[in-house]
Protein backbone atom coordinates (compact mmCIF):
# COMPACT_ATOMS: atom_id res chain seq x y z
CA UNK A 1 0.00 0.00 0.00
CA UNK A 2 2.86 2.58 0.85
CA UNK A 3 4.65 1.73 -2.18
CA UNK A 4 1.68 2.62 -4.24
CA UNK A 5 0.60 5.92 -2.10
CA UNK A 6 4.39 6.65 -2.74
CA UNK A 7 3.82 6.59 -6.74
CA UNK A 8 0.70 8.27 -6.49
CA UNK A 9 2.19 11.41 -4.62
CA UNK A 10 4.98 11.53 -7.12
CA UNK A 11 2.96 11.67 -10.07
CA UNK A 12 0.70 14.45 -7.93
CA UNK A 13 3.93 16.30 -7.38
CA UNK A 14 4.93 16.39 -11.09
CA UNK A 15 0.94 17.53 -12.06
CA UNK A 16 1.32 20.17 -9.76
CA UNK A 17 4.64 21.70 -10.85
CA UNK A 18 2.92 21.57 -14.58
CA UNK A 19 -0.29 24.01 -13.19
CA UNK A 20 0.81 27.20 -14.07
CA UNK A 21 -2.06 28.58 -12.98
CA UNK A 22 -1.70 27.79 -9.04
CA UNK A 23 2.30 28.46 -8.53
CA UNK A 24 2.63 31.88 -7.09
CA UNK A 25 -0.25 31.66 -4.95
CA UNK A 26 0.29 31.70 -0.84
CA UNK A 27 -0.92 28.05 -0.49
CA UNK A 28 1.50 26.60 -3.55
CA UNK A 29 5.05 25.92 -1.65
CA UNK A 30 2.64 24.83 1.34
CA UNK A 31 1.22 22.31 -0.59
CA UNK A 32 4.47 21.30 -2.78
CA UNK A 33 6.57 20.97 0.47
CA UNK A 34 3.83 18.99 2.26
CA UNK A 35 3.52 16.49 -0.61
CA UNK A 36 7.16 16.65 -0.84
CA UNK A 37 7.55 14.97 2.61
CA UNK A 38 4.55 13.18 2.74
CA UNK A 39 6.38 11.33 -0.12
CA UNK A 40 9.41 10.55 1.51
CA UNK A 41 7.31 9.68 4.20
CA UNK A 42 5.30 6.76 2.12
CA UNK A 43 8.41 5.27 0.95
CA UNK A 44 9.96 4.85 4.84
CA UNK A 45 6.47 3.28 5.60
CA UNK A 46 7.02 0.61 2.62
CA UNK A 47 10.18 0.11 4.26
CA UNK A 48 9.28 -0.71 7.50
CA UNK A 49 6.10 -2.87 6.08
CA UNK A 50 8.62 -4.89 4.52
CA UNK A 51 11.39 -5.04 7.13
CA UNK A 52 8.28 -6.39 9.31
CA UNK A 53 7.96 -9.00 6.86
CA UNK A 54 11.12 -9.78 6.53
CA UNK A 55 11.22 -10.56 10.37
CA UNK A 56 8.51 -12.59 10.36
CA UNK A 57 9.55 -14.76 7.55
CA UNK A 58 7.03 -13.64 4.92
CA UNK A 59 7.59 -12.53 1.54
CA UNK A 60 8.20 -8.56 1.04
CA UNK A 61 6.16 -6.41 -0.94
CA UNK A 62 8.01 -5.33 -4.25
CA UNK A 63 6.71 -1.64 -6.37
CA UNK A 64 4.35 -2.66 -8.73
CA UNK A 65 3.33 -0.36 -11.86
CA UNK A 66 0.33 1.60 -11.14
CA UNK A 67 -2.61 3.10 -12.84
CA UNK A 68 -2.73 6.60 -11.62
CA UNK A 69 -5.37 9.02 -13.02
CA UNK A 70 -4.92 12.18 -14.82
CA UNK A 71 -6.64 14.17 -12.38
CA UNK A 72 -6.99 17.96 -11.69
CA UNK A 73 -5.71 19.19 -8.10
CA UNK A 74 -8.82 19.56 -6.26
CA UNK A 75 -9.37 15.91 -7.59
CA UNK A 76 -6.08 14.32 -6.57
CA UNK A 77 -6.60 15.88 -3.00
CA UNK A 78 -9.87 13.98 -2.87
CA UNK A 79 -8.54 10.85 -3.74
CA UNK A 80 -5.58 11.17 -1.76
CA UNK A 81 -7.99 11.73 1.33
CA UNK A 82 -10.20 8.72 0.13
CA UNK A 83 -7.10 6.46 -0.46
CA UNK A 84 -5.89 7.79 3.47
CA UNK A 85 -9.30 6.62 4.65
CA UNK A 86 -9.45 3.11 3.48
CA UNK A 87 -5.42 2.93 4.70
CA UNK A 88 -6.70 3.88 8.18
CA UNK A 89 -9.53 1.53 7.56
CA UNK A 90 -7.39 -1.32 8.06
CA UNK A 91 -4.31 -0.81 9.38
CA UNK A 92 -5.69 -1.55 12.89
CA UNK A 93 -6.69 -4.89 12.40
CA UNK A 94 -2.88 -4.92 11.24
CA UNK A 95 -2.27 -3.93 14.94
CA UNK A 96 -4.84 -6.54 16.53
CA UNK A 97 -3.57 -9.58 14.10
CA UNK A 98 0.17 -9.19 16.12
CA UNK A 99 -1.20 -8.20 18.86
CA UNK A 100 -2.94 -11.52 18.94
CA UNK A 101 0.29 -13.49 17.64
CA UNK A 102 2.50 -12.00 20.61
CA UNK A 103 6.10 -12.22 20.99
CA UNK A 104 8.39 -11.21 18.16
CA UNK A 105 5.25 -9.64 16.67
CA UNK A 106 4.25 -7.09 19.69
CA UNK A 107 6.58 -4.41 18.65
CA UNK A 108 4.84 -4.36 15.34
CA UNK A 109 1.99 -3.01 17.05
CA UNK A 110 4.09 -0.20 18.14
CA UNK A 111 5.44 0.62 14.58
CA UNK A 112 1.62 0.32 12.76
CA UNK A 113 0.65 2.73 15.52
CA UNK A 114 3.16 5.28 14.69
CA UNK A 115 1.76 4.90 10.91
CA UNK A 116 -1.77 5.24 11.80
CA UNK A 117 -0.95 8.27 13.61
CA UNK A 118 1.11 9.89 10.68
CA UNK A 119 -1.27 8.92 8.27
CA UNK A 120 -4.15 10.96 10.19
CA UNK A 121 -1.97 13.64 10.03
CA UNK A 122 -1.67 13.61 6.34
CA UNK A 123 -5.62 13.11 6.06
CA UNK A 124 -5.71 16.66 8.16
CA UNK A 125 -3.73 18.18 5.48
CA UNK A 126 -5.99 16.81 2.53
CA UNK A 127 -8.83 18.00 4.33
CA UNK A 128 -8.33 21.02 4.82
CA UNK A 129 -6.65 22.09 1.36
CA UNK A 130 -9.92 20.91 0.57
CA UNK A 131 -11.55 23.44 3.06
CA UNK A 132 -13.33 20.43 5.43
CA UNK A 133 -12.42 20.34 8.92
CA UNK A 134 -9.38 18.85 9.73
CA UNK A 135 -10.60 15.35 11.47
CA UNK A 136 -14.01 14.28 9.80
CA UNK A 137 -14.80 12.51 12.76
CA UNK A 138 -15.20 10.89 16.13
CA UNK A 139 -14.19 6.93 15.03
CA UNK A 140 -12.91 6.03 11.75
CA UNK A 141 -14.60 3.58 10.03
CA UNK A 142 -12.93 0.00 9.79
CA UNK A 143 -13.85 -1.93 6.70
CA UNK A 144 -11.57 -4.76 7.03
CA UNK A 145 -8.52 -6.25 4.49
CA UNK A 146 -11.09 -7.48 1.43
CA UNK A 147 -11.91 -4.57 0.81
CA UNK A 148 -9.46 -2.62 1.00
CA UNK A 149 -7.68 -5.26 -1.12
CA UNK A 150 -10.19 -4.54 -3.49
CA UNK A 151 -10.33 -0.97 -3.94
CA UNK A 152 -6.61 -0.45 -3.78
CA UNK A 153 -6.08 -3.23 -6.45
CA UNK A 154 -7.83 -1.19 -8.72
CA UNK A 155 -4.80 1.52 -9.31
CA UNK A 156 -2.11 -1.75 -10.06
CA UNK A 157 -1.60 -2.47 -13.32
CA UNK A 158 -1.91 -6.18 -14.45
CA UNK A 159 0.71 -8.48 -13.86
CA UNK A 160 1.94 -7.28 -10.60
CA UNK A 161 2.80 -10.23 -8.55
CA UNK A 162 1.98 -8.41 -5.50
CA UNK A 163 -1.41 -8.76 -6.29
CA UNK A 164 -1.27 -12.63 -6.73
CA UNK A 165 0.56 -13.13 -3.73
CA UNK A 166 -1.88 -11.22 -1.51
CA UNK A 167 -4.77 -12.62 -3.31
CA UNK A 168 -3.66 -16.33 -1.67
CA UNK A 169 -5.02 -15.41 1.20
CA UNK A 170 -7.46 -12.22 0.86
CA UNK A 171 -10.38 -12.39 -1.61
CA UNK A 172 -11.55 -9.28 -3.34
CA UNK A 173 -14.95 -8.56 -5.26
CA UNK A 174 -16.15 -6.98 -8.45
CA UNK A 175 -16.53 -3.34 -8.44
CA UNK A 176 -19.33 -1.86 -6.59
CA UNK A 177 -19.63 1.88 -8.76
CA UNK A 178 -21.19 4.86 -7.23
CA UNK A 179 -22.30 7.03 -9.94
CA UNK A 180 -21.34 9.96 -10.88
CA UNK A 181 -17.68 9.44 -9.85
CA UNK A 182 -18.14 8.08 -6.36
CA UNK A 183 -20.64 10.03 -3.88
CA UNK A 184 -20.63 13.29 -1.50
CA UNK A 185 -24.77 12.72 -0.40
CA UNK A 186 -26.06 15.80 1.77
CA UNK A 187 -29.55 16.32 3.89
CA UNK A 188 -31.36 17.13 1.35
CA UNK A 189 -30.37 13.96 -1.38
CA UNK A 190 -33.51 11.78 -0.37
CA UNK A 191 -34.07 10.23 -3.61
CA UNK A 192 -31.09 7.52 -3.04
CA UNK A 193 -27.99 6.72 -4.80
CA UNK A 194 -26.81 5.42 -8.20
CA UNK A 195 -24.63 2.24 -8.27
CA UNK A 196 -23.43 -0.07 -10.84
CA UNK A 197 -21.89 -3.67 -11.31
CA UNK A 198 -20.61 -5.34 -13.82
CA UNK A 199 -23.14 -8.46 -13.33
CA UNK A 200 -27.09 -9.45 -13.17
CA UNK A 201 -28.53 -8.83 -9.19
CA UNK A 202 -32.04 -8.33 -8.33
CA UNK A 203 -34.23 -6.88 -5.50
CA UNK A 204 -35.47 -9.75 -4.30
CA UNK A 205 -31.86 -11.87 -3.96
CA UNK A 206 -29.62 -8.92 -3.60
CA UNK A 207 -29.40 -5.67 -0.82
CA UNK A 208 -26.79 -2.93 0.05
CA UNK A 209 -24.95 -2.79 2.87
CA UNK A 210 -23.03 0.27 4.62
CA UNK A 211 -20.07 0.50 6.72
CA UNK A 212 -18.98 3.81 8.96
CA UNK A 213 -17.41 4.83 11.82
CA UNK A 214 -17.30 1.91 14.32
CA UNK A 215 -21.06 1.48 14.23
CA UNK A 216 -23.19 -1.81 13.16
CA UNK A 217 -23.77 -2.24 9.38
CA UNK A 218 -27.24 -1.51 7.93
CA UNK A 219 -28.87 -2.26 4.98
CA UNK A 220 -30.92 -0.95 2.35
CA UNK A 221 -33.02 -2.16 -0.32
CA UNK A 222 -32.78 -2.29 -4.10
CA UNK A 223 -35.05 -0.34 -6.01
CA UNK A 224 -35.18 0.94 -10.06
CA UNK A 225 -33.05 -2.21 -11.02
CA UNK A 226 -32.07 -2.55 -14.69
CA UNK A 227 -30.18 -5.02 -16.66
CA UNK A 228 -28.66 -4.16 -19.92
CA UNK A 229 -25.49 -5.51 -21.78
CA UNK A 230 -24.06 -7.59 -18.89
CA UNK A 231 -24.36 -4.31 -16.23
CA UNK A 232 -26.58 -3.47 -13.58
CA UNK A 233 -27.59 -0.44 -12.20
CA UNK A 234 -29.84 0.41 -9.09
CA UNK A 235 -30.54 2.71 -6.65
CA UNK A 236 -30.75 2.49 -2.94
CA UNK A 237 -31.23 4.63 0.08
CA UNK A 238 -28.32 6.30 1.88
CA UNK A 239 -28.97 6.45 5.87
CA UNK A 240 -27.64 9.90 5.60
CA UNK A 241 -30.14 10.62 8.72
CA UNK A 242 -28.74 8.56 11.34
CA UNK A 243 -25.51 10.66 12.71
CA UNK A 244 -23.16 8.18 12.12
CA UNK A 245 -23.29 8.41 8.76
CA UNK A 246 -22.96 11.80 8.19
CA UNK A 247 -19.43 12.22 8.69
CA UNK A 248 -16.33 10.60 6.64
CA UNK A 249 -15.89 7.33 5.00
CA UNK A 250 -18.78 4.79 3.98
CA UNK A 251 -18.19 1.38 2.30
CA UNK A 252 -21.30 0.34 0.83
CA UNK A 253 -20.80 -3.67 -0.44
CA UNK A 254 -23.68 -5.40 -2.46
CA UNK A 255 -24.70 -8.66 -0.36
CA UNK A 256 -26.55 -11.91 -0.85
CA UNK A 257 -29.85 -10.60 0.94
CA UNK A 258 -29.62 -11.50 4.79
CA UNK A 259 -29.44 -10.18 8.25
CA UNK A 260 -25.49 -9.16 8.85
CA UNK A 261 -24.73 -7.93 11.96
CA UNK A 262 -20.71 -7.43 11.91
CA UNK A 263 -18.38 -6.59 9.40
CA UNK A 264 -16.83 -9.86 8.76
CA UNK A 265 -20.67 -11.28 8.07
CA UNK A 266 -21.07 -8.51 5.61
CA UNK A 267 -17.55 -8.85 4.07
CA UNK A 268 -18.14 -12.94 3.76
CA UNK A 269 -21.24 -11.85 1.77
CA UNK A 270 -20.30 -9.27 -0.67
CA UNK A 271 -20.42 -10.20 -3.86
CA UNK A 272 -19.20 -6.26 -5.37
CA UNK A 273 -17.60 -3.74 -3.54
CA UNK A 274 -16.17 -1.44 -1.89
CA UNK A 275 -18.87 1.39 -3.10
CA UNK A 276 -16.76 4.33 -1.68
CA UNK A 277 -18.70 7.09 -0.21
CA UNK A 278 -17.45 10.33 1.50
CA UNK A 279 -19.30 13.10 3.63
CA UNK A 280 -18.31 16.00 4.09
Known amino acids: MSSSRSAYFNKLLENISKDADNQGKPDYDYVVGTITAIKAQEELHALGVNAALQAAGRPTVAPCKYLIPDLSFVEAITLANTFTDVVLGVLPQAQTVFAADGAKELPYVNLFG ?28 TEGPTFAFSFLKSFIAPGCPVVDLVGKYVPSYAPLTVAPKGAAPGASDNNGLYFSVPGKVTAAEHQIYYITGQNVPISDDLY ?32 KKGTYTTIADVAANTLYGPGIIEVQ
Open 224 to 255: EVVYSNRVTTFRAKFPFASGGFTKGLTIAALV
Open 114 to 141: SVIAQEAEQNGVFRSVQRKIASSAPFKT
